[in-house]
């Protein structure tokens, strides 16, 4: 604002010039204000949005999460399930062919019952 070279003289002397230089910086320094709350509130706009985003994400990830983990359960019991029914068919066809021997022994007994008459001896 002040000019203090010794080879010039000060031009504060004059009010018109005073006033106009304190015009400019009071017009600077509302352009600086002006910007630095422009600045602040893009800041608190991004904040926000990556506030949103995150938070979104977040239950995006544990929603999924727990679905893929139910799957997880689902196919083990569905393996476990598997496992029970082959095991079970296994089973049946032992003691179907453990009744067929049974059903087979006794059409042997009543075959001989019928040609000697009575039961045969063991």
Request: charged share 25%.
């Amino acid at each position: 604002m002040f000019n203090f070279e010794k080879n010039k003289e000060p031009e504060s002397t004059d009010k018109k010039y005073i006033i106009l230089e304190l015009i400019n910086n009071s017009l600077f320094n509302q352009n600086i204000a002006d910007n630095t709350a422009d600045t602040l509130k893009a800041t608190r706009i991004l904040l926000f949005y990556g506030i949103i985003f995150s938070s979104l994400s977040f239950l995006t990830f544990i929603v999924s999460n727990s679905k893929s983990e139910i799957k997880k359960n689902e196919s083990v019991n569905s393996i476990y399930v598997d496992s029970i029914y082959t095991d079970y068919k296994k089973n049946r066809k032992f003691e179907i062919q453990k009744f067929d021997n049974k059903i087979d022994s006794l059409k042997v007994k009543i075959g001989q019952l019928i040609i000697y008459g009575t039961q045969p001896k063991k």
